[in-house]
């Protein structure tokens, strides 16, 4: 039963991360409206639409791949790159304190929890 969870679990969150992957590929201007930081150049959009593209886009298709094969070795990308998105939102944190950023902290800490605890129930 562990494993159907920890499983599921991972292709939850494997969808949510192509999802965001998609937002902010297509739908980049309403993501920035929504977050308050709009990209003010085409090269600066870009750079959000390549570097949070990936991120959200590698967590999505290594977590959905570690579920369906149930390896957990497919999960150090996803757990490595949530932990260094986490690290940066608390330096950002620590040099402009926004009580905004803390929600957002913490579900990405939810969720590198549910990744490391997912990955104890697969092969």
Known sequence: MGKVIARG????????????????????????????????????ESTLRGDLGALFGTVGVLTIAAAIRDDRRLLIGPMLLTGLAIAGRIISYAFAPAPAALPLIAVEAVALAGIMIARRGLS
Do not use: C, E
């Open 9 to 44: 679990f991972l292709m939850v969150l494997g969808a949510l991360s192509l999802l965001n992957a998609a937002l902010v590929w297509f739908a980049l201007d309403r993501i920035g409206k929504t977050l308050g930081t709009p990209a003010p150049t085409p090269l600066a």
